[in-house]
């Protein structure tokens, strides 16, 4: 099964994105549907079944306290020819993802070298809009949306289908102090 690690934005900050996308949305790339933008704090890829009970066991044994965080700015990577838009998110994303990799690194998963927090909003199928697409991102690069308390991350499957991905929830793991 297809699994990733993630922490779901809050309702408010969700009913805000289709008001962002409609500021750069065109044919050639795919929007991301505002109920499915997360932050992911690592991707996992095709996970054995049998192997998820002790996923969960151990991303259990994952200690972090409650966080605020803020979702602010909109950019993309990787520059010039421009694949994925994103919502930036601040706050102590890399400490948490660390801890999931530490909690991950016994099943065979790399550590992440080039973590940076984003809410990924639409990937670019046409390389060629990128400089289309730097213009209406620059109208909108310093959009905020708000804060809001991180005491949560989720396991999550993702099943690809041809009208996009269904994510499921398989566990979620609290803040423990």
């Known amino acids: 099964m297809r699994c990733f690690v993630a922490v779901d934005l809050p309702a408010e900050i969700k009913r805000e994105i289709p008001a ?12 991301v549907e505002p109920e499915l933008v997360h ?5 996992l890829g095709e996970v054995p079944e049998r192997r998820v009970a002790e996923i969960v066991n151990s991303l259990n044994r994952v200690s972090f306290s409650p966080f605020q965080a803020r979702i602010r700015g909109v950019g993309a990577f990787p520059g010039r020819s421009i694949r994925v838009i994103w919502l930036g998110a601040s706050g102590p994303f890399e400490d948490l993802a660390r801890a999931v990799d530490s909690a991950l690194e016994p099943f065979g998963f790399e550590r992440d070298k080039k973590f940076s927090a984003h809410a990924t909003l639409a990937r670019v199928k046409d390389p060629a809009l990128s400089r289309i ?7 909108i690069s310093d959009t905020d949306l708000g804060e809001f308390t991180v005491d949560r991350f989720v396991l999550k499957k993702s099943t690809l289908t041809p009208r996009g991905p269904i994510y499921e929830d398989i566990a979620e793991f609290r803040a423990s102090r």
């Open 133 to 139: 697409l730097s213009e209406r991102i620059s109208g």
């Open 39 to 43: 932050i992911t704090l690592k991707f």
């Open 20 to 31: 962002i996308q409609q500021a750069f949305a065109m044919n050639g790339l795919k929007l």
